[in-house]
């Protein structure tokens, strides 16, 4: 089978699905009394994140773990060891180091990784819908513009390695007090495998939070996903998380995402046939700098083809706006 995007980097290795998705053995687990002094980070819909003292190397770490209701179900045991594998084997600055994966005293999976205090990209926009102010109020087209560059840069480091991330959006980009960028959450990442990827089939929702991760056989968040992520095409390739960060930056500039609805199926039903309003139609109270928005639209084009056809391509066209606004910044 031929890779899923030739590089020019083929000289990296490629991440296999063999290799991510392998059972951890039952025999083993973590030493007891290792890790002390819990305090829940974050919670989310299928795992808990806690701060704890590993004792052993005497620093304070990031502990990840499934819900107790799902820590035995196969499919979440699958995908948990993929996002700890995953990102453990894609060693770049905008991915986070993970330090352990085992089990603990119950069997249950759980992998450690480095803390970092901050806020991902959906909190500072919630904040500033609760002030009642635009996200890029406080941190400025220039900054937010830096941040993606951060993020692209960690998805070519990752599709040079056959990897995909398939789940792009706000609340999986943190930023860090000392200019840490890290692209979190590969559990969904889509990895180079012989076989196709078999994914169990779950209801998918007529109605709900259009902002969940994974509906049905769909994998990905909807307001973010592809027409091809929506439509499940097996030829899904790197150019998906191309879309899914043009989704992000289109919710920048716009203020609101490309779509807007109540339902999940609504969401997806735009996504697959409608294009959206340009952002400087739809935030008409500030200018939007015409190449940011000219990147963002070549970036969620529907048809893969014309879309800006690589992270790195998009790294380039977004230096080059961070060039001429630094240039006019002088001036």
């Excluded at 905008?94 to 991902?120: A, Q």
């Excluded at 819908?129 to 830096?146: M, N, P, S, W």
């Excluded at 969904?188 to 929702?205: F, G, N, T």
């Excluded at 998009?314 to 706006?321: D, G, Q």
Aim: a negative charge; charged letters at 25%; one cysteine or more.
């Amino acid at each position: 089978m031929a890779r899923l995007f030739p590089h020019p980097q083929d000289k990296y290795p490629v991440v296999h699905l063999e290799d991510t998705d392998l059972d951890l053995p039952s025999h083993v687990r973590n030493a007891d009394m290792r890790y002390t002094q819990f305090k829940t980070v974050a919670k989310g819909g299928k795992c808990l994140i806690q701060s704890c003292k590993d004792y052993h190397l005497s620093r304070v770490v990031a502990y990840k773990s499934l819900h107790r209701e799902i820590a035995d179900d196969p499919f979440e045991q699958k995908r948990f060891l993929r996002e700890a594998r995953v990102t453990a084997m894609l060693q770049h600055p905008n991915t986070i180091p993970i330090y352990e994966l085992s089990r603990d005293r119950r069997g249950h999976f759980f992998f450690t990784m480095k803390l970092v205090e901050g806020y991902t990209l959906r909190e500072v926009q919630d904040m500033a819908a609760e002030e009642g102010t635009q996200a890029v109020d406080g941190y400025g087209f220039h900054r937010l513009v830096t941040i993606l560059i951060q993020v692209a840069n960690a998805l070519d480091y990752a599709h040079s390695h056959g990897v995909v991330h398939r789940d792009v959006k706000p609340a999986n980009i943190l930023m860090g007090p000392f200019g840490e960028v890290l692209l979190l959450d590969w559990g969904l990442a889509k990895v180079w495998s012989e076989e196709p990827e078999e994914i169990p089939e779950m209801p998918l929702l007529s109605s709900g939070d259009p902002t969940l991760t994974s509906q049905g056989k769909l994998q990905g968040t909807a307001h973010y996903m592809s027409p091809e992520q929506v439509e499940g095409a097996p030829s899904l390739d790197h150019r998906s998380d191309i879309y899914s960060v043009g989704a992000v930056l289109y919710e920048v500039l716009a203020g609101r995402t490309t779509f807007v609805g109540d339902k999940v199926s609504e969401i997806l039903n735009q996504v697959r046939t409608l294009d959206p309003p340009a952002p400087s139609k739809v935030a008409t109270d500030r200018k939007i700098p015409s190449q940011l928005e000219e990147i963002c639209m070549r970036c969620i084009e529907k048809d893969p083809d014309r879309r800006i056809q690589t992270a790195r391509a998009l790294v380039a066209a977004l230096r080059s706006w961070r060039l001429r606004w630094a240039a006019h910044a002088d001036e």
